[in-house]
């Protein structure tokens, strides 16, 4: 089974760091672009940025660009988004999902498969 | 960045009605890159549509997708009880991905 299982809850303080992670199963982890998604409390679906497991090649929306780092270990197919320094506005839901660009041969752009989501709360 | 806007906010029909929800781009959007998700509470996204009109798998036909350009529309031909979610159209372009910022199908 094509899956992508996120790491668990976490609680934090503002100004500590945090690395959360969503490991592929089932899939040659390397053949797909996994992006990250927020969704803050009651809110929509916002893009975060994304990675290329196969070289580690990010790229963030303007957004989030220089608030948090996306990574990844291919050798254990396993994405990380990370946090150096939390704030209360971080306290969202965040998802991993992966990029799928061809279906039958047709050119697509979807994320078809998406982690269970991973809640973060930053609160003193 | 293209920003998507959907409409309406928030739709209130009952089972077996058909469900219209629009999804207009400030920029033009190429098909292939434009999709549909259903969220349902406290859990993930799941792929509806992609390629603007082509159904994810195991997604049932009453749900279909179309339009080109800025302007698309998903259609829910007979609401059954386990439609009553959020629905977020979402593009790329430019490297980059946006949603619009949902459609909740509520239970009239």
């Known amino acids: 089974e094509v899956q992508l299982v996120q790491s668990g809850a976490e609680v934090k303080k503002p100004g500590e760091s945090l690395r959360i992670s969503c490991k592929g199963s089932g899939y040659s982890f390397t053949s797909y672009w996994i992006s990250w998604v927020r969704q803050m409390p009651g809110k929509g679906l916002e893009w975060m940025g994304r990675?290329?497991?196969?070289?580690?090649?990010?790229n963030y929306s303007p957004s989030f660009q220089g608030h948090v780092t996306i990574s990844a270990d291919k050798s254990i197919s396993t994405a990380y988004l990370q946090w150096s320094s939390l704030k209360a506005s971080d306290t969202a839901m965040y998802y991993c999902a992966r990029r799928r660009i061809a279906v039958a041969g047709t050119e697509v752009d979807a994320f078809d498969i998406w982690g269970q989501g991973t809640m973060v709360t930053v609160s003193s | 960045e293209i920003v998507l806007t959907q409409s309406p906010g928030t739709l209130s029909l009952s089972p077996g009605e058909r469900a219209t929800l629009s999804c207009r781009a400030s920029q033009s959007v190429s098909s292939s890159y434009l999709a549909w998700y259903q969220q349902k509470p406290g859990q993930a996204p799941r792929l509806l549509i992609y390629g603007a009109s082509s159904r994810a798998t195991g997604i049932p036909d009453r749900f279909s997708g179309s339009g080109s350009g800025t302007d698309f529309t998903l259609t829910i031909s007979r609401l059954e009880p386990e439609d009553f979610a959020v629905y977020y159209c979402?593009?790329?372009?430019?490297?980059?991905?946006?949603f619009g910022q949902g459609t909740k199908v509520e239970i009239k």
């Open positions: 990675i290329d497991p196969s070289d580690s090649y990010t």
């Open positions: 979402q593009q790329y372009g430019s490297s980059s991905w946006t």
